[in-house]
């Protein structure tokens, strides 16, 4: 089967800045090849040992080894909790 060329972007973001990257690769690209070709990396040192098990599509966590990157898919790293979300719904009902 040949290679075809797909669209997609690579999102990541912290407080105060967010990065999204459109890339055009070959839909048998890896996710996290694509994770590299963007750079991503660069802008954020944070990002220089990437958890697999962080990552996903449209929000829905994806298992980086078996999933087939789609034309204009999203994928997006995800960053650790500072706080538990129950946590911070309570902090903001006290408010």
Known sequence: MAATLINIEVAYGVRD?????????????SVLEA???????????????????????FGKKIDVITYKLQQ?????????????????RLERAKK
């Open 17 to 29: 800045k967010q990065v999204v990257i459109p890339l055009t690769i070959s839909n048998s690209t």
């Open 35 to 57: 994770i590299n070709i963007s750079g991503i990396q660069s802008i954020f040192s944070e990002l220089e040992e990437i958890n697999p098990n962080a990552i996903g599509i």
């Open 72 to 88: 204009d898919d999203r994928i997006e790293i995800y960053r650790p909790l500072t706080k538990a979300p129950n946590q911070i």
